[in-house]
T-cell receptor, first 115, second 114 residues
Framework: AQSVTQLGSHVSVSEGALVLLRCNYS??????LFWYVQYPNQGLQLLLK??????LVKGINGFEAEFKKSETSFHLTKPSAHMSDAAEYFC?????????????FGKGTKLSVKP | EAGVTQFPSHSVIEKGQTVTLRCDPI?????LYWYRRVMGKEIKFLLH????????ESGMPNNRFLAERTGGTYSTLKVQPAELEDSGVYFC????????????FGPGTRLTVT
């Protein structure tokens, strides 16, 4: 069965510092991987996705993630944090079989950005 | 283009009562998904509609939950009777086809059962 593990339920960085949010997945088949972000009082918004093309994926708002098969990881990074990046971030893997589309999420990581 | 909308945004009910949540997907999106996040846990899949048909309801917790999608447009999720453990945030998402890699999520309905 597929699963997603996000290390760290809370991450705090200073404005301008590197953002690194960790995600490890478990899948017996090549996965489709996603990062979503949820700002307060809003729905989940897709940041970026990996669908078996380039292993380094660039998303919106300066975020990127690298798919590393050997490490079963898909960590999210941003070189310089901005106050507006404060939100909750979710890593997800698309489930194979079944209805072909439902997502399996990690528990989420809340990012705080200090001035 | 309007996004996915959900109503109500918040609902507080007593144990044993009935609540109905509504989701309006993006116009033209045949695929509609319901997810739920219980406090402190991950977002979990509940079910998937393709137009008006239930494609997969393997994530529905029990028979107190009933989902419908009238005419392939909006969907409702009814909880009857509600229990304390049903509290959480219920998200709806839609996509044009099941093969679409992006699901568009609504803001969620926060349900509190007291």
């Amino acid at each position: 069965a597929q699963s997603v593990t996000q290390l760290g339920s809370h991450v705090s960085v200073s404005e301008g510092a590197l953002v690194l949010l960790r995600c490890n997945y478990s899948s017996s088949v090549p996965p489709y991987l996603f990062w979503y972000v949820q700002y307060p009082n809003q729905g989940l918004q897709l940041l970026l996705k990996y669908t078996s093309a380039a292993t380094l994926v660039k998303g919106i708002n300066g975020f990127e993630a690298e798919f590393k098969k050997s490490e079963t990881s898909f960590h999210l990074t941003k070189p310089s944090a901005h106050m507006s990046d404060a939100a909750e971030y979710f890593c997800a893997v698309r489930e194979y079989g079944g209805s072909q589309g439902n997502l399996i999420f990690g528990k989420g990581t809340k990012l705080s950005v200090k001035p | 283009e309007a996004g996915v909308t959900q109503f109500p945004s918040h609902s507080v009910i007593e144990k044993g009562q009935t609540v109905t949540l509504r989701c309006d997907p993006i116009s033209g999106h045949d695929n509609l998904y319901w997810y739920r996040r219980v406090m402190g846990k991950e977002i979990k899949f509940l079910l998937h509609f393709v137009k008006e048909s239930k494609q997969d309801e393997s994530g529905m917790p029990n028979n107190r939950f009933l989902a419908e999608r009238t005419g392939g447009t909006y969907s409702t999720l009814k909880v009857q009777p509600a229990e304390l453990e049903d509290s959480g945030v219920y998200f709806c998402a839609s996509s044009h086809t099941a093969g679409d890699y992006e699901q568009y999520f609504g803001p969620g309905t926060r349900l509190t059962v007291t």
